[in-house]
């Protein structure tokens, strides 16, 4: 090369990113046909780390501050590139900047139901939203195991990545927990808890630091709500026992009397809907002789949970209690219901 072209040749004296794009999580300097003055300064702002990147691998990174490029501040660049202790003219290597900022308030949610095993009821297809935050923690694995060699690389590509990460990882993750869904639905922050360590370990490899995860609501699947609808109404979890046999009598009859001065011909009307030859005055009559018989003084009557969850539906139609909140109490309630 001409004394004549080595003057007109570019040389880049200072490297550094000002972050003006927000959202950008990775981005490549643009070298074009320029070179990095030996003994320029790279300028690595706080909340960032630049990587030098020879021929494909990366060869050194800078955390925050002002360095002066040398071949001593540079060892493996110059191992690679096997420069001399005295070699002193510019030099070509890629240089990429991450963004280690915290990734605040990014959404999360189960587009489609995810499957997991529950004690209680076998298979479970839920529904559950919540947010996020992350940050990138090791801008090597991040280069070579995500944003590669593009020009930028963004935070709504990685979220792409990071969603079917974490739709994994919460179905293996609550599947081996042994915890009934129930009690998860009714304690969205066990829920969150028991994720956020195995999510913790998943992004790691991708070299991404998981800082806060939660659970903000849970969605029964509307097979699960029909049967425990079905449970609600007959007051048992497979076979009754005679306590429970004693306590559906008696719900049957509490939910047949009110309808009876809507048929004609009052509880006789209805004699026949109980069952089983039961009618109603029978019904009455057992329940009224053994409330009369001796017996230790009766405990405190408590509200029916039925009562209590209609209670419930009506705040939330209301606009008194939030869906999480009345999703949670559901739960709970269902939870005392079945056992």
């Known amino acids: 090369m001409g004394i004549g072209s080595f003057i007109k040749k570019q040389f880049i004296d200072v490297l ?15 070298m ?67 963004s280690t900022r915290v990734q605040t308030g990014r959404k999360w949610g189960t587009a489609q139901p995810i499957t997991i095993r529950d004690k209680d009821f076998d298979m479970v297809r839920v529904r559950a939203f919540g947010m996020y935050s992350y940050r990138v923690i090791n801008a090597r694995a991040f280069f070579t195991e995500i944003s590669g060699t593009r020009e930028t690389y ?10 079917g990460i974490l739709m994994a990882t919460m179905a293996s993750s609550l599947g081996a927990s042994q915890v009934p869904f129930l009690d998860m639905a009714a304690n969205q922050a066990l829920m969150a808890q028991q994720v956020k360590g195995d999510l913790t370990t998943a992004f790691a490899r991708y070299g991404i630091g998981l800082d ?6 849970v969605s029964l699947p509307e097979e699960l709500q029909a049967a425990l609808d079905e449970r609600i109404s007959a007051g048992m979890k497979g076979g009754m026992s005679a306590d429970k046999l004693a306590g559906f009598t008696k719900y049957q009859v509490a939910s047949a009397i009110p309808l009876a001065a809507q048929n004609e011909g009052g509880l006789a009307g209805i004699g026949a809907g109980l069952g089983a030859g039961m009618t109603v005055g029978q019904a009455i009559g ?27 539906k009506g705040l939330l139609d209301k606009g008194l209690i939030s869906a999480a909140d009345y999703d949670s109490a559901k739960a709970e309630l269902l939870k005392k219901l079945i056992g």
């Not at 550094?16 to 643009?30: F, H, I, S």
């Open 212 to 217: 806060e995860f939660n659970v903000a609501s």
């Open 154 to 163: 963004t935070r709504d590509e990685v979220e792409d990545q990071l969603r």
């Open 32 to 98: 074009a046909d320029q070179e990095i003055q030996n003994g320029g300064q790279l300028v690595v702002r706080e909340s960032q780390v630049a990587v030098f990147v020879n021929e494909g691998q990366v060869a050194d990174v800078f955390g925050p501050g002002t360095h002066t490029l040398t071949t001593q501040t540079l060892p493996v660049l110059t191992n690679l590139k096997n420069w001399d202790k005295l070699f002193a003219s510019p030099f070509k290597s890629d240089v990429y900047f991450f």
């Open 16 to 30: 550094q990113w000002n972050e003006d794009t927000d959202g950008v999580l990775a981005w490549r300097y643009p």
């Open 286 to 312: 057992q329940s009224m002789g053994a409330a009369l018989a001796p017996q230790a003084a009766p405990a405190p009557v408590e509200e029916p949970i039925e009562a209590r969850l209609e209670k419930l």
